[in-house]
């Protein structure tokens, strides 16, 4: 099976090259200035309509497409609409290369930031309201493209994942990293919402077999890709468990966000179940 891999090098995608590379004939699409094709490794900025051009002249057999590749969303850049544009232009881009590939599937990552972050439990089903997020915009940017995948890659089976936050992401800004930093630098952790705040929470090695999953078996539609709903406080606590020592604290702040965001995926668990998992 040919797989092509977009946002390869990034923190899910060099994990998951790594599981997959020796059982599949991988592409990997990496993020460049200057468009290039060499052992199936392909520089292109999926913003750079030239560089798609070079690559739809490419003679590529693929079976599957995993797109990973996205412009995120971070506190220097979330109201900011190039965001939102951006991300839909690699849509638009990813359609092009889908419809002159024409492969069997494709694997679309999404985010549980299409759902609203209040209250409640949410399933594949649920309200899509991401306007009330503090990441708007990335929220609408992937509902838009699971919309405009399914509208405009006719005849191609694509499942949706809508992936919790990734435990182990090493990205600064995270709550994790967030937390560990401060402990490391202060051996404590302030936790906003006085800990009551739930998310979604899901660990990297779980979403990769979660990604092997679908790649070995014909499923498409839109599924909540998660492992577990978890209270900042007890995110706090465990990691002092794992890295912290008899001095480490927690600091409850009254103020920020305190909503409880229970993320639903028996949908997944039920086909993984009805697929002999």
Known sequence: MNILVT???GFIGQHLVKEIKNRYKLYQLINGNK???HNNKITANLLNINHIKFLLKEELKIDVVIHLAAKMCTTNNNKDFSLLNENIKIYENLVLIINKIRPKKVINFSSTAVYPNIDGEYLESSEIRPSINNDCLYGLAKFCGENILDSLCEGIDIAHLRVSQVAENNRSDRVFEVMKKELFENNKITV??????ISGFIGINTLIKKI??????DIKGIYNTSEYNLSYKD???NLISEYGDQKSSISYIDSGVSSKVIINSEKLKKTEQQHGL
């Open 7 to 9: 946002g390869s090098n």
């Open 35 to 37: 468009y290039n094709l």
């Open 192 to 197: 906003y919402g006085n800990g009551n705040r």
């Open 212 to 217: 092997n999953f679908f790649l070995e078996n």
């Open 235 to 237: 995110l706090a606590s």
